[in-house]
């Protein structure tokens, strides 16, 4: 997984709460991106950002938000809008290369 | 909007055997890549074929790409129970993201 981090491992929430998946990476590349995989499915797009202070909606932004504050740093917060959110989220870096660098991801659950 | 299409969904093989793996899209691309995921785990890239390329090899990881026919394949030779993950592809249409289709999970049986 490189120098990606997410954290934490698994989350669990209760209905109407919002929290907060982090996602760290010490290897200075500018893309970064949030994709959420359901049980037997591939990955959906929910975020992502070429550069600090900048992001772009994926397919499926709502009940998400993201910041991106420092380079390093592109955290998710799951929002209560968010009305399925039991998932696994996995954060994803890109350098100048074409592919994607993943982090272990955060399982997270509904209550 | 998932555009690729892996086939098979699932595949089970005995050690040694190889795995033959499809992918389908449906808009032109730039590049496809080959993704292998471990069981809840994160993604890990295998290979990544451009559009102007036919047939790329990777130690025992081959893959071919057909733009005409909008497919490509991943044959893993020599399979072994190692191997045995879930595997992704993805494609790149110029726009800075992937899309990736549902996978095919693989079994390999010691």
Redesign the interface.
């Given at each position: 997984d490189g120098g990606i981090t997410q954290s934490p491992k698994y989350l669990f929430r209760k209905e109407g709460q919002n929290v907060t998946l982090s996602c760290e990476q010490n290897l200075n590349h500018d893309a970064m991106y949030w994709y959420r995989q359901d049980p037997g499915q591939g990955l959906r797009l929910i975020y992502y950002s070429q550069i600090v202070n900048d992001f772009q909606k994926g397919d499926i932004a709502e009940g998400y938000s993201v910041s991106r504050e420092k380079k390093e740093s592109f955290p998710l917060t799951v929002t209560s809008a968010q009305k399925n959110p039991t998932a696994f989220y996995l954060c994803a870096v890109k350098s100048g290369t074409v592919y994607q660098y993943f982090g272990p991801g955060t399982r997270l659950t509904v209550l | 909007?998932?555009q690729?299409e892996e086939d098979p969904q699932a595949l089970s093989i005995q050690e040694g055997e190889n795995a033959t793996m499809n992918c389908s899209y449906k808009t032109s691309i730039?590049?496809l890549?080959w993704?292998r995921q471990n069981s809840?785990?994160?993604?890990?890239?295998l290979i990544?074929i451009r559009s102007n390329e036919r047939e790329k090899h990777s130690g025992r990881l081959r893959v071919t790409l057909d733009t005409s026919k909008k497919s490509s394949s991943l044959l893993i030779t020599a399979s072994r129970a190692a191997d045995t993950a879930s595997y992704?592809c993805?494609t790149?249409g110029g726009s800075?993201?992937?899309?990736?289709?549902?996978?095919t999970k693989l079994t390999v049986n010691p």
């Open positions: - | 909007s998932q690729g730039n590049n890549q993704y809840g785990r994160g993604l890990v890239h990544l992704f993805a790149e800075e993201k992937l899309v990736f289709g549902k996978g």
